[in-house]
């Protein structure tokens, strides 16, 4: 089993920049996808980034547009979200989610492909 606590929510002006934290209580290097989800009320949960903690390897939503960076700290065993230029509509709860790699030839990138979650964490940009 594996947990994942999220931290570094909050409230920010457009512009401003945040750094979500992911603590997991495994070895991530051992082989884990790790993803950053977020949902917005009456939306569904979307895909922002993942790390493949093997290599390091990652991937954006569209959405992203090089705003967000996804990074990994395997001696912490934690998986960072930094978050430049945000804007409204990033307001939302972030998530932080975990799989093995072992179970998927090709990345997750769907919420129902990643099998532990965190609570998540609140993330409000305001004008």
């Known amino acids: 089993q594996v947990q994942l606590v999220e931290s570094g929510g909050g409230s920010v002006q457009v512009g401003g920049s945040l750094r979500l934290s992911c603590a997991a209580s495994?070895?991530?290097?051992?082989?884990?996808?790790m993803g950053w989800f977020r949902q917005a009320p009456g939306k569904e949960r979307e895909a922002i980034a993942r790390?493949?903690?093997?290599?390091?390897?990652?991937l954006y939503g569209d959405f992203v547009k090089g705003r967000f960076t996804i990074s990994q700290d395997n001696a912490r065993n934690t998986v960072y979200l930094q978050m430049d230029s945000l804007k409204p509509e990033d307001t939302a709860m972030y998530y932080c989610?975990?799989?093995?790699?072992?179970?998927?030839?090709?990345?997750?990138?769907?919420?129902?492909?990643?099998?532990?979650w965190g609570q998540g964490t609140q993330v409000t940009v305001s004008s």
């Open positions: 790390i493949s903690t093997p290599d390091g390897s990652t």
């Open positions: 495994v070895d991530i290097s051992s082989g884990y996808y």
């Open positions: 989610a975990a799989t093995r790699t072992a179970y998927y030839i090709h990345p997750p990138t769907r919420p129902y492909q990643y099998n532990f």
